[in-house]
């Protein structure tokens, strides 16, 4: 295939694959919490990171996840002991990384804001040998909390008060959950974008959850349905030179449209054959069986 004859698409279409799989993997946490915008919180926090990489001649892809973990952890913090101002602190936090992000690689020496641009919505030409290592490690690490701590975390996202009952340490947890994110913004900038990240973390596990059941199978279809989206988003991008990260979320929100249409007609039709079994077991006219009609008043 011609798309797989040249270096720097071999190199886009892995990332694109460990994007797809991490970004739903821990997504999956973070819908579960009601916390779908904290991937794009953390990618503005990120911009900052990417500043300080070119402006200390390092690999962005590392300082970004740096700075982002160490807003995780800030965000985190915040929404655990902030109570009033804690929305003004956390839009502080947010729009300070973005233009410090802004200010340092305008300040660089070897940055521009055009370079910031294909960090922001992505790049497959950008991806170099070194952006590959750093993704792959931490497409690794990701993926071993997602997976390895995934019934711990599941309990954790899902009721709070129940997990430190049962004796899980809930804010190592929970600060474990902020930090896996913000490592999987660093994952997925270079071919998503820092702006655009949070939709891929987000709508493949909503698109998932209209047809699944439980948290399982929700797990597998999102990062089944992201790896496609990923893939089918870098190859549309080759072939007709489009944005690979606004692609790549447009394709994810159409699968999210298609499964809600399937699911619909799905939904009604479990409902009527729920309602059907309780008729069968109630029918009308047994004694001690109420109707209708038994709340006429005379």
Known sequence: MEILETAFMQRALIAALLVGITAPAIG????????????????????????????????????????????????????????????????????????????????????????????????????????????????????????????????????????????????????LIAVTAAVTVSVAMRVVGLLLVSALMVVPVVAAQQISRSFKATFALAVGIGVTVSLAGTTTSYYRDVPPGATIVLLAIGVFLLLTAVAAPVARRRAKAAEAAVTEECPVGVPGVRTAGDDVKV
């Open 28 to 175: 999956v946490y973070l819908v579960q919490r009601r916390q779908a915008l904290l991937g794009d919180g953390i990618g503005h926090i990120a911009m900052t990171g990417v500043g300080l990489g070119f402006l200390l001649s390092t690999n962005p892809i590392w300082m970004a996840t740096l700075v982002s973990v160490a807003g995780a952890v800030a965000m985190e913090l915040i929404r655990a002991y902030g109570r009033t101002r804690g929305d003004i602190a956390l839009a502080l936090l947010f729009y300070g990384g973005m233009a410090g992000g802004v200010l340092l690689v305008n300040v660089s020496e070897t940055g521009s804001t055009a370079d910031l641009g294909s960090f922001l919505f992505g790049s497959l030409s950008t991806v170099s040998d070194a952006d590959l290592t750093a993704i792959s490690l931490l497409a690794a690490v990701v993926m071993l909390v997602s997976v390895g701590l995934r019934r711990q975390l599941f309990a954790v996202s899902q009721d709070e008060e129940f997990a430190r009952v049962t004796g899980l340490p809930v804010r190592m947890l929970n600060l």
